[in-house]
């Protein structure tokens, strides 16, 4: 197709700005249009250095606005219709969820819901349209020690997060098989790389050692998480989104296991090397009480990716976060603008220990 209009939801987010950065690269005949709401997680400052690239465009909106996603698709701002939908947007901090599950509910099921009406509606019935839903691991469930998840293992979602991407995925499941609507689901495994805002382990970790503050460990460490570096993810996404086949699901991991508390080591000792420091930053490490309905373990089957597409990740996860702590400590601005005056982080004693994000009065 030529003249493509990729309209992606959650552009200023963590995975959706490094898609943005990497689409852009590999289709530079293609237009991007980023459509984000600009909450806590979404920061244009990820996605500056492109930010006058003559086929791109930012939109700052709600999926839950019909009115103005109704316009999107119409054309009336001005790009024409899309021709691609690469869903991002959501709610996805699981401590989050617990404390409050509205937000989820709202965004990753009605802002779902939204998005597909106006394709549904102004798509014709053609293959050359796609809507990408991207998802999450998580709606599986849990795993003991052995096995993985396919995508024929049921969904089981433990928290209120999960539950709300699991909601999204039927929804959009239901328009395939409701209405022959060209959609296709993936389900990644725990993202990591540059731009990662520093709620989620790894950034956290990372921000915490370099300020030399308490590295807080849910439990004894000992969930087991499969991690995907953010570039591969989005190599992932665009070979599903021009050989996946329509209506399907596509289980996208990285072959990296590791133990919580076996990444928090290991990032003690990449920083304080790359640091030259010392004294060992695991002295840092603070068990605090675990989260309410931790998962155990988490592992992704992607050899459907590999045997049907062609995919599989470049980067083991030592390539990976050797990468990720360099492009944090070249960017010590960045983790400076969006960790301070406006979060800080607090242990919540209603959820014994875990860590939340508190916002400061100016945004409230």
Known sequence: MTNVIVLVTGGAGFIGSNF??????AHPDHHVINLDALTYAGNLENLKAIDSHPHYSF???????????????????GFGCPHYVIHFAAESHVDRSIQDSSPFVISNVLGTQVLLDAAKNTWPKTTQN???NVSTDEVYGSLESTGYFTEQTPLSPNSPYSASKTGSDLMVRAYFETHQFPAIITRCS???????????LIPLMIHNILNEKPLPVYGQGANVRDWLYVEDHCLAIDT????????????????????????VHLLCDLVDQKLERKESSKRLITYVDDRKG???????????????????????????????????????????????????HYYDKTYGGSIVMKVAKNEC
């Open 59 to 77: 939109i700052k909106g709600d999926i839950t606005d019909r009115a103005l996603i109704a316009d999107i698709f119409a054309g009336k701002k």
């Open 294 to 344: 931790h998962d155990l373990r988490y592992a992704i089957d992607a050899s459907k990716m590999q045997k049907e597409l062609g995919w599989s990740p470049q980067h083991t996860f030592e390539t990976g976060i050797s990468l990720t702590i360099d492009w944090y400590l070249s960017n010590l601005d960045w983790l400076a603008d969006v960790t301070s005056g406006v979060y800080e």
């Open 130 to 132: 796609r809507f990408l």
């Open 20 to 25: 943005i950065h990497y689409y852009l690269a």
């Open 240 to 263: 599903v989104l021009q050989k996946g086949q329509l209506g399907q699901v596509y289980n996208i991991g990285g072959h990296n296991e590791w133990r919580n508390i076996d990444i």
């Open 190 to 200: 725990n993202n990591y790389g540059p731009y990662q805002f520093p709620e989620k």
